[in-house]
């Protein structure tokens, strides 16, 4: 398997834009995460699905973030209208309902000026 | 309650030396304690788990120690190497699936 397979790797964009970052996890793992990692905040997490249903989504900012996951094998964070303070490094990670490991993606490094 | 502190935020350790990072938690249904890798540029990567009814797993140079009653876990490096210069988190999970990282430390190992 190649991994959590991340894209873009950077994005750069302007405040105001909408900004779509895509992950497919590693196949048949149950369980999507969306992280956020900045110097000031560490590793936070944003939502997590488990069989594409979201369970958790109190670490999402503001309504300016969601997130979906219509299948097994694909999901989307999407910021609209991005904002400066956005600007991070962006993780999927993947895991399956028999351990608890979880497999990071390389992550997408997002700057919004 | 679902915090999970770490300490140091850094760490210079001379090359062959000891790195000890601790982690100290406060809600005691956690049952699941991993330390994650991160290099310059990646993911996290797993690098050792401990679940509670063990107080020490050893993995190569990577040992986790776990003290339950009092609440912290640490994980200590052997023989550090400059490769293993890198950045360190602890986790607990208390939900199936869902992580509470530590705050990161970040190691140096001097050559």
């Known amino acids: 398997d190649a991994g959590v397979i991340q894209s873009p790797r950077h994005e750069v964009t302007e405040m105001g834009q909408e900004v779509t970052l895509r992950c497919k996890p590693i196949s048949g793992h149950d369980y999507l995460f969306w992280y956020r990692q900045t110097m000031m905040r560490g590793l936070e997490l944003l939502i997590y699905f488990n069989n594409n249903v979201p369970i958790d989504d109190s670490g999402m900012p503001e309504d300016r973030f969601s997130a979906k996951m219509p299948n097994a094998s694909f999901s989307t964070l999407k910021i609209q209208p991005s904002e400066p303070r956005d600007s991070a490094v962006y993780f999927c990670a993947s895991s399956s309902r028999f351990d608890n490991e979880q497999f990071f993606g390389p992550g997408t490094r997002l700057t919004v000026l | 309650q679902q915090q999970v502190k770490q300490s140091p935020q850094s760490l210079i350790v001379q090359k062959g030396g000891i790195s000890i990072i601790n982690c100290a938690y406060e809600n005691t249904a956690f049952d699941y304690f991993p330390w994650y890798q991160q290099f310059p540029g990646k993911g996290p990567a797993l690098l050792i788990a401990?679940?509670?009814?063990?107080s020490e797993k050893k993995e190569g140079r990577f040992t986790i120690s776990f003290n339950k009653s009092a609440k912290q876990f640490s994980l200590h490096i052997m023989d550090s190497q400059p490769g293993d210069s890198a950045t360190y988190f602890c986790a607990a999970s208390i939900v199936e699936g869902k992580l509470i990282f530590g705050q990161g430390t970040e190691l140096s190992v001097k050559p």
């Open positions: 401990i679940r509670p009814d063990v």
